[in-house]
């Protein structure tokens, strides 16, 4: 080692040790923390668990073979449109002047793209508050999109949601929502509705490590299992719930492990891995089509930003760095596992796709959103006088019948 790396190494230390004397003051009261420490012996130990990432074993299939270059390429497309999109936003905000709130998806895109590409356009998918990255997936429009994030008129809302609640159900997606866990529920209805039909649809829901908690992921899995209702319900581990660690309120390192108690099949799968995620979505897709009934899939991820908002980002970079609930060097170490330059990589070396040509996808969804940026800022935002149209479904049956 030479004195230039040694002193490379101290100041990653001492860095990693400020970030975690700031995580300990915010996460815990003094006395808690004290308390803690002294109960483990071991000091800083506490302070330096990391996120469960998935062993070996628990990967599942390791890569979907088979699957066309065609296919490859195009999941590939959609991991960097969901990237370049929301980094759009992030750069917007960061500018300055941007109306309403997002809770950017960056760092998890294998999770959207591996679980789409195993779906058809006539199933559903119902998302949480972080949500964009599904939506590009399941086909979402980029310019609707924007603008309806930004409060336009011409956006998939008419310009009254914002983020939270984008819905295209021509393409299958149910809505974005900002009710925890509500999204687990909402695809459970839509499976039970496929039931009733008697068609070969599939229901997923998104969810963050927070949504298994509650009321509504609980009947979700039940009534799924009881029923042999054809639902997916992921799991998006991304080891955090707002700023508190998901390892601080889990006795379990695999939140998958829950789906037993409802009596349904949990799988474990390396969420920066798009084909990992792949190859497990399209076995529990395919046994809920041929009614074998739901399964839920936990997938190991990270955000690479703050919950909302770009605190500790910055324009034209990725990630937010200096938060005070987590170090520097495990967004580092996170990023190292990039699933976009990950996929590339493989893609690559498979000749699926060149260095140059991946490139000219990067480039060319660059162009696109950056046209959906300027089709988004010429919109008008919705007239006052225009505040309750849409707002009931035309045609229903009027309040008063007296
Ligand atoms: C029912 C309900 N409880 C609490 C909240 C406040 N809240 C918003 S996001 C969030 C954390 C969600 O964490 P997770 O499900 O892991 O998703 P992530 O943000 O990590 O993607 C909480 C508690 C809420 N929106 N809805
Ligand atoms: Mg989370």
Not at 68 to 87: C, G, H, N, Y
Not at 102 to 121: D, F, I, M, T
Not at 127 to 136: A, D, E, F, Q, V
Request: aromatic share 8%; proline share 3%.
């Amino acid at each position: 080692m030479n004195e230039r790396t040694i002193n490379r190494e101290v100041s990653s230390i001492r860095e990693d040790i400020t970030a975690k004397r700031k995580a300990a003051t915010a996460a815990v009261s003094r006395r808690t923390f004290v308390k803690r420490v002294s109960a483990i012996g071991a000091g800083t130990a506490v302070l330096s668990r990391v996120p469960t990432r998935p062993t070996k074993a628990q990967y599942g299939p390791p890569h979907a073979d088979g699957l066309p270059a065609q296919q490859l390429t195009a999941m590939f497309t959609d991991m960097v449109k969901i990237r370049q999109w929301e980094s759009k936003i992030k750069d917007l905000i960061l500018k300055g002047g941007f109306r309403g709130v997002a809770h950017l998806y960056v760092g998890q895109e294998a999770v959207a793209v591996g679980v789409c590409s195993a779906l058809r356009k006539d199933d559903y998918i119902a998302s949480n508050h972080r949500g964009h990255g599904h939506l590009i997936a399941k086909g979402g429009d980029l310019k609707l999109m924007l603008a309806e994030i930004t409060h336009k008129a011409a956006g998939y809302c008419k310009g009254y949601g914002g983020s939270l609640h984008i819905t295209d159900v021509n393409l299958g997606i149910l809505g974005m929502n900002g009710i925890v866990g509500a999204s687990h529920l909402f695809a459970a209805g839509a499976a039970y509705g496929i039931k009733v039909k008697g068609t070969d649809q599939v229901a997923v829901s998104f969810g963050g490590d927070g949504s298994i908690q509650g009321n509504f992921f609980s009947s979700a899995a039940n009534s799924a299992a009881a029923w042999k209702l054809p639902w997916i319900g992921v799991i998006e581990n991304n080891a955090f719930q707002i700023w508190v660690r998901a390892s601080d309120v889990y006795a379990t390192p695999d939140l998958a492990q829950r789906a037993a108690g409802y009596g349904i099949e949990g799988r474990v799968v390396d969420g920066n891995d798009v084909l990992a995620v792949y190859g497990v979505a399209k076995q529990a897709v395919e046994k809920a089509r041929s009614g074998g009934g739901p399964t839920l899939i936990e997938c190991k991820t990270y955000r690479w930003y703050d919950h909302y908002g770009v605190a500790g980002a910055r324009t034209g970079g990725d990630g937010a760095f200096g938060l005070g609930y987590r170090s520097d060097r495990e967004l580092r170490d996170w990023m190292a596992k990039d699933p976009i330059s990950r996929f590339r990589k493989f893609l690559v070396s498979e000749k699926v796709l060149t260095e140059a040509g991946a490139d000219e996808i990067t480039a060319e969804v660059r162009k696109a959103v950056e046209e959906a940026a300027t089709f988004a800022e010429a919109q008008p935002v919705p007239k006052p006088e225009d505040g309750l149209l849409h707002v009931f479904a035309q045609g229903a049956v009027p309040l008063h019948t007296a």
